[in-house]
């Protein structure tokens, strides 16, 4: 009676397919072995901690974070010897320039020399701050997420002061745009 | 029938995989893994097996010993030059890399530290901060020819690295 309605052929077939979504499944488990700072880890968490920071300006001023609680906040964890960070720039100073009037704010934080950050900074035509980390920001970023204490590391802070999103490597523009527009 | 299983398996795999190069990203000590080797009584060879997609910048590279000290500057092969945009030309480095370091006198049997300093990056578009890797070894006596390899260990196993 089973025979007549379940042929060899359809059970070999239906055999593969739940093999190929298991496979699948575990292929998309275990990718995330090394790092999965790209799919927002530290989402949700509040950045207080960040807020209660102050560091130096490439100038040496002292600039507390917390004179940014309320904006949308772009925290770029960068270095002038970290090409793929450097080619990023440009697109946040243009999104700086376009959004900033609607409460978007963009942090530059250099592991790198004050002299280094102001000269590329002034080439660049920052339009948002550029303050001086050190090996203390590596850490600070790693806190948020950032595993491998790498750069580039974004982290986005919504009005409320809770992590919407961070991601390590290179930001996407549009998916930048995408992220701060919600939030705004 | 079992290519056809082994088709869809791999092709499962490889395209969760493919969707998320990033989260493939290694950890520092695997990238840029560091192993030494004592050549002689007098010299050790310090050396980095750079993985695929990742590269090494010459500038960067700095080697030391302790307790003993180096004869000269170790002499570091060129690299790859790259033009860039703020430092100008910069020399980087891929695949597999050997430093000569040369003691400025003989120490059979003696137990050395070599300190390596390094800043990589990956094409995946991340930089890794500077890094120091540090190994000890010990000396060959004279006549004994090379001693082993001593190979760093990776911080961290698991199945996929």
Redesign the interface.
């Known amino acids: 009676m089973f025979g007549t309605f379940i042929t060899r052929r359809w059970f070999?077939w239906s055999a593969?397919a739940v093999?190929?979504?298991l496979?699948?499944a575990?292929?998309?488990q275990?990718?995330?072995?090394?790092?999965?700072s790209?799919?927002g880890t530290g989402r949700g968490m509040d950045a207080a901690t960040l807020f209660a920071l102050a560091m130096p300006d490439a100038s040496g001023r002292e600039q507390s974070f917390g004179q940014w609680k309320g904006k949308v906040l772009v925290v770029n964890f960068w270095?002038?010897?970290?090409?793929?960070?450097?080619e990023e720039m440009p697109e946040f100073v243009k999104v700086q320039r376009e959004l900033g009037g609607r409460g978007l704010q963009f942090v530059g934080v250099a592991?790198d020399e004050a002299d280094k950050v102001e000269l590329?900074a002034a080439?660049l035509g920052l339009n948002y701050p550029a303050l001086i980390g050190g090996?203390g920001a590596?850490e600070l970023s790693k806190t948020m997420g950032n595993r491998?204490?790498?750069?580039?590391f974004t982290v986005i802070i919504d009005r409320s002061g809770r992590v919407a999103h961070t991601q390590?490597?290179?930001i996407n523009e549009a998916n930048l745009r995408s992220i701060v527009g919600q939030l705004l | 029938m079992k290519g056809a299983l082994a088709v869809v398996l791999l092709s499962a795999t490889c395209l969760s995989g493919a969707a998320d190069a990033q989260s493939k990203l290694l950890e520092p000590e695997r990238a840029f893994a560091f192993s030494v080797q004592a050549l002689d009584d007098r010299t050790v060879e310090a050396r980095f097996a750079i993985a695929d997609g990742y590269y090494l910048y010459r500038e960067k590279l700095k080697f030391s010993v302790e307790p003993t000290a180096l004869a000269a500057a170790p002499a570091l092969p060129p690299g790859k030059v790259k033009d860039d945009e703020f430092f100008g030309k910069v020399e980087t480095y891929r695949g597999r890399l050997a430093v000569k370091l040369a003691l400025d006198q003989k120490e059979p049997g003696r137990k050395v530290t070599v300190r390596a300093e390094s800043q990589g990056c990956a094409d995946a578009g991340i930089c890794y901060p500077p890094q120091v890797q540090v190994l000890t070894l010990t000396l060959p006596l004279p006549g004994a020819g090379p001693g082993a390899p001593v190979v760093a260990t990776p911080a961290r196993k698991s199945w996929f690295n």
Request: glycine fraction near 12%.
């Open positions: 070999r593969f093999v190929g979504v496979a699948l575990a292929g998309l275990f990718r995330g072995n090394v790092d999965d790209a799919s270095a002038t010897w970290c090409v793929p960070c450097r592991m590329f080439e090996y590596i491998l204490g790498a750069l580039p390590l490597g290179p």
